[in-house]
């Protein structure tokens, strides 16, 4: 069975800053897509972006990095600069290839204060 | 500009009675998802069709019926609302490229 695990519920990162929310998966399958969104308190999931297992390279889009390490099956964000902007929940989440089922960890909180 | 829209956005309704939660999209994506979210819970998908094939997960209850009447819209029916099947909906679609899953802003349920 699949599974993802976030460990952090609540981080707290000055403006500025990186900070580095983390994600470990389990699964058995060869090919899967690994996934970062942001939830603002609105409510909307925000896709910001996406990994797949056989990618050699990590994944970046503008501040937004994944730290991809398929050995220790871990997949963690990585925000550089954090803006205000910045505070939601954020979920890691993972997909089979040839599926569109999204599996998705508990979430982590971010609290970016000036 | 918006391309998954959920109404209404927030919703009330009474324990055992029938409400619909609807959802629509201007993407013309295949592919059309609906989650259930629960507070301070990760998403949990309940059903999604892959054009007019409906795909049920398993755990999914009874309770909770879909239709997606054409390509733009699908609608989430719960039969009997239960004070536990009060969340936050969500519904998202995705085309040919499965990683591009488009969110919709949620339905936020209330059951009194």
């Known amino acids: 069975a699949q599974k993802i695990t976030q460990t952090q519920p609540g981080m707290f990162v000055q403006e500025k800053e990186a900070v580095t929310l983390d994600c470990t998966y389990d699964t058995s399958d060869q090919s899967y897509g690994l996934f970062w969104y942001k939830q603002p308190s609105s409510g909307e999931m925000i896709f910001l972006i996406y990994?797949?297992?056989?990618?050699?390279q990590n994944a970046t889009e503008g501040r937004y990095s994944l730290n991809f390490q398929k050995a220790r099956k871990s997949a963690n964000l990585v925000i550089s600069a954090s803006q205000l902007g910045d505070s939601a929940m954020y979920f890691c989440?993972?997909?089979?290839?040839?599926?569109?089922?999204?599996?998705f960890g508990t979430g982590t909180r971010l609290q970016v204060f000036p | 500009d918006a391309m998954v829209i959920q109404n209404p956005r927030y919703q009330v309704t009474q324990f055992g009675k029938p409400v619909t939660l609807s959802c629509s999209q201007t993407l013309n994506h295949n592919v059309m998802y609906w989650y259930q979210q629960k507070s301070s819970q990760a998403p949990k998908l309940l059903f999604h069709?892959?054009?007019?094939?409906?795909?049920n997960e398993a755990d999914t209850p009874d309770n909770f019926q879909s239709r997606r009447p054409n390509t733009s819209f699908c609608f989430l029916d719960i039969r009997s609302p239960g004070l536990g099947d009060a969340a936050m909906y969500l519904c998202?679609?995705?085309?040919?490229?499965?990683?591009?899953?488009?969110f919709g802003p949620g339905t936020r349920l209330t059951v009194t």
């Open positions: 989440a993972m997909a089979r290839d040839n599926t569109d089922k999204l599996i």
């Open positions: 990994q797949g297992s056989y990618d050699e």
């Open positions: 069709y892959y054009d007019k094939d409906f795909n």
């Open positions: 998202a679609t995705s085309g040919d490229s499965y990683y591009e899953q488009y």
